[in-house]
């Protein structure tokens, strides 16, 4: 079992910065992927990154791309989300969760723990 605490979200103008935390406990944190998910209000839940247990791969969603950075501390047991040129698009419902894979996978079926996730709204 792993538990995940996301904090961080909050109320932001485009163009600005959010810096997102994931702190988990629990499972061993440092030998899974990790990811981040959000949904938006009457959205299904899509993919934003993931980083792989060494934190040597990362994945990102097209939308996001050179704008977020994932990453994660295995010493801290905590991952992290840079979110940068924020965009009212970006608001949503940010999540992160754990895989069962060592890899990077953008398949959320591979990501049985949750956190309960955190508001990042952008306003325009």
């Known amino acids: 079992q792993v538990q995940l605490v996301e904090s961080g979200g909050g109320l932001v103008q485009a163009g600005g910065s959010l810096r997102l935390s994931c702190a988990a406990s629990?499972?061993?944190?440092?030998?899974?992927?990790t990811g981040w998910f959000r949904q938006a209000a009457g959205k299904e839940r899509e993919f934003v990154a993931v980083i792989s247990a060494t934190g040597g791969t990362t994945n990102y969603a097209d939308s996001v791309k050179g704008r977020f950075t994932i990453s994660r501390d295995n010493a801290k047991n905590t991952m992290y989300l840079q979110m940068n040129s924020l965009k009212p698009e970006d608001t949503a419902v940010y999540s992160c969760a754990a895989s069962v894979l060592a890899v990077t996978t953008t398949i959320q079926s591979h990501y049985p723990y949750w956190g309960q996730g955190t508001q990042v709204t952008v306003s325009s």
């Open positions: 629990g499972r061993t944190f440092t030998r899974y992927s």
